[in-house]
């Protein structure tokens, strides 16, 4: 069959489905209604005349509303199912807005119940009957070669492209999450080989050489459908009374770009998972326990970590926490491997901080890029005696509280301990502090420790420190494994969050699982997109569990220059008030104290000039980094007395204050011009930001649709909120 030929009948057979609801319910209703406009107007420009009542045609039998709808239909759920493949089975339930906004992953995992696998089956039957539908309308369509319907008729060929490559592209979800959510059962297993759940089938290098050729499919049919957008003139649709269907096809085009690099980068990964899955060889992933408590560049301090190991698709021996103090130091801190401190994080040096003289595992995530701490991970790791790993995955608290808010209270049987995501971080740092407090040179007796001692420990494979940590994984992965399947979409939900949060970072060694990170951005790079950009970076330097504490707030002005410039005036301030823990009384009697240590850095384009730093001992800038500040300050809790010294004294606020100057912020393109603002999220941290951008003299903002901005009397933009994922912002300039 020709290509001409299945523009005018379905290409393949239409299934049974009477058993299921309208695909227009199904889908929802498209963004915006369609007006069909004067009574016989649409018809008229087709030169359509009525059929004989005898044989009435399909587009006869349908009312000029029904048959406009499903013109709107095709292109709706079309760029949907265009999505689909983008995302692994979009089903087009997100709405149009987020239509080509978000990766296939992204917007999957979102849908939570969508990720079940009867459902990915129904909705590509949803999408069968959608192809047979507009196939059926096709063939009818009358006057076709009429130059008032060749839009029309461009528009339904792209419906049909982008509805069959989602019958393509739906394949691969269908047979790949019942696999992945097969490894969950092995996230509790014993030391041996996890054993698959019947539901699971076997994942085979040959499968996935099937899934890789459909993937590759579903994008050639998009790009045809993409090559039939190119000729649906807008004008047409407006004067067909279609208009309505004109903004999204301008998002379309729009996108166009990102959806061509997400195809590309889905085909990679799709090709990457006999690698990545260890179907050629046992795979490898180091996994880190980051405590954002005692915040870190990429998260938090690494206290935990675990080998994971993939073999054949199924997960081996489980996964173990184990105290990462055992790793870097197996006797005891004199121990330690002395590798010394990098230049670059000099800042670090013993002289400075006064914690280590070396940097090992532990240490290995002192640089807010991800890939590049992840790296350093890896390459520490084989030097203190762990496999080669082939990626890194590192979580903080907060993905655990989201999980224990889906499976609520956990009981940890060995402490005999009730964990929810309310009393999660207070939990673990007790059995911490309680371990030191209760320490042969300080309160052994005392009546607490009696939780320690009674404690069953003895399986753990870890630290006593570290026991109530690795009981508490060990219990959390194992409810994590036996969740019911209408709860593991649910989890790839919290999965996805977290994943835009940074409460969960990623790293992969294959570039081409690294390549659909980057195009996704979860790869935790430091950004450097055009225009303008900030990125703060706390670490505490300390050892204290003080950042769940400590409130932060950025407020920055940005004044823009005639000349195209960008002046920062911010304001950092750092509040550290008494909050309630259930080891407070015992955390100064451990050997704890109630001080903050912090070093700041404001990373910015390497463009930007310093014009002002006050309330702080600069550091000088890491030479990889461009950082308008580089800083060190105290904090002390509120309740606790000042402390001084002969330069300064310490207190529990601290308020910093900087200014820069970046050139040619604003851009000019396609006659707009324009100045992009990108606020980047540290790992770990939820602070509050107040941003205001000034115009130039002369000259007034406007907002994009859906902008987190707002404009005040004064022609300001403004946002004030806390900090939950990256901000991009974006102002449009005009006199």
């Known amino acids: ?319 173990h926490l184990r105290d990462i103090y055992e790793l870097d130091c197996p006797t005891g801190l004199d121990s330690c491997s002395n590798n010394g401190i990098p230049n670059k994080f000099a800042w670090f040096d013993f002289q400075h901080v006064h914690l280590t003289d070396s940097i090992n595992l532990r240490d290995s995530n002192l640089d807010p890029d991800v890939p590049t701490s992840a790296q350093s991970s890896e390459q520490y790791a084989v030097q203190e005696g762990l496999p080669q790993a082939s990626g890194v995955f590192a979580f903080t608290p907060a993905l655990m509280e989201r999980i224990l808010t889906l499976t609520g209270p956990i009981r940890v049987d060995a402490f005999n301990r009730t964990v929810t995501a309310d009393n999660l971080r207070d939990t673990i740092h007790y059995f911490h502090i309680l371990n030191a407090f209760c320490a042969s040179d300080n309160h052994p007796n005392d009546p607490r420790c009696a939780e320690l001692k009674g404690a069953n420990t003895s399986n753990l494979n870890t630290s006593d420190r570290k026991a109530f940590d690795a009981a508490l994984g060990a219990t959390l992965f194992h409810t994590i494994g036996a969740l019911p399947a209408s709860d593991q979409g649910k989890l790839f939900r919290t999965v996805l969050e977290a994943l835009q949060t940074k409460d969960l970072v990623l790293y992969f060694n294959d570039q081409r699982l690294e390549t659909l990170l980057t195009t996704l951005t979860f790869d935790g790079a430091v950004q450097t997109p055009p225009g303008d950009s900030l990125f703060l970076v706390d670490t505490n330097v300390g050892a204290s569990y003080v950042n769940g504490d400590v409130r932060e707030r950025a407020q920055d002005v940005v004044t823009l220059g005639a000349d195209g410039s960008a002046t920062h005036d911010l304001t950092l301030t750092y509040d550290y008030p008494v909050v309630p823990h259930t080891w407070n009384d015992i955390y100064l009697p451990s050997g704890g104290n109630w001080r903050y240590h912090d070093f700041v850095r404001a990373l910015v384009p390497t463009s930007a000039s310093t014009n002002a730093i006050n309330g702080c001992d600069p550091f000088p800038a890491a030479q990889e980094q461009s950082a308008v500040l580089s800083c060190y300050f105290f904090l002390t809790r509120a309740d606790t007395p000042r402390y001084c010294d002969a330069d300064s004294c310490q207190s529990a606020t601290l308020t910093l204050h900087i200014q820069w100057t970046v050139p040619s912020a604003v851009t000019s393109a396609n006659g707009a011009t324009q100045y992009p603002l990108f606020i980047q999220k540290q790992p770990g941290t939820t602070n509050a930001w107040d941003i205001t951008i000034v115009p130039p003299n002369g000259a007034a903002l406007a907002l994009p649709d859906g902008s987190p901005l707002t404009l005040d009397g004064n022609g300001h933009a403004h946002y004030s909120s806390v900090l939950t994922r990256d901000l991009p912002l974006l102002v449009t300039l005009y006199s």
């Open 1 to 319: 069959m020709s290509s001409n030929d299945r523009r005018s009948v379905p290409t393949r057979p239409v299934p049974d489905n009477s058993h299921l609801p309208p695909v227009s319910g199904f889908y929802g209703p498209p963004s915006a209604p369609i007006r069909p406009g004067r009574p016989g107007e649409w018809e008229r420009a087709a030169g359509w005349k009525p059929p004989r009542p005898a044989r009435p045609s399909l587009a006869g039998r349908l009312p000029r509303g029904v048959l406009l709808a499903l013109v709107a239909l095709s292109l709706i759920l079309g760029f949907a199912s265009a999505t689909a493949i983008t995302r692994l089975a979009d089903l087009g339930l997100a709405t149009t807005d987020a239509g080509l906004q978000l990766a296939y992953l992204k917007s999957e995992v979102s849908g939570g119940s969508i990720l079940q696998t009867d459902r990915l089956v129904s909705t590509k039957a949803h999408l069968q009957q959608l192809d047979s539908d507009l196939a059926r309308i096709q063939a009818e369509l009358p006057n076709t070669a009429s130059p008032d319907m060749r839009s029309v008729v461009h528009l339904l060929r792209m419906g049909r492209d982008f509805t069959q490559a989602g019958i393509e592209g739906i394949d691969v979800p269908i047979a790949l999450l019942p696999a992945l959510k097969g490894m969950l059962s092995g996230l509790g297993g014993s030391s041996g080989a996890s054993t698959p759940t019947a539901a699971a089938p076997p994942l085979t290098t040959a499968q996935i050489d099937v899934l890789a050729a459909k993937t590759d499919r579903a994008a050639a049919l998009v790009e045809r459908g993409l090559a039939e957008r190119a000729q649906v003139h807008d004008a047409d649709l407006q004067r067909l009374h279609l208009g309505a269907l004109v903004p999204t096809l301008q998002k379309l085009d729009a996108q166009t770009p990102k959806l061509r690099a997400y195809l590309a980068d889905a085909s990679g990964a799709v090709r990457a998972l006999p690698d990545l899955l260890g179907l050629s060889a046992p795979a490898h992933y180091l996994l880190f326990g980051m405590d954002s408590d005692e915040l870190r560049p990429t998260g938090g301090f690494y206290g935990n970590y675990a080998v994971v190991t993939l073999a054949g698709a199924h997960l081996q021996g489980g996964v």
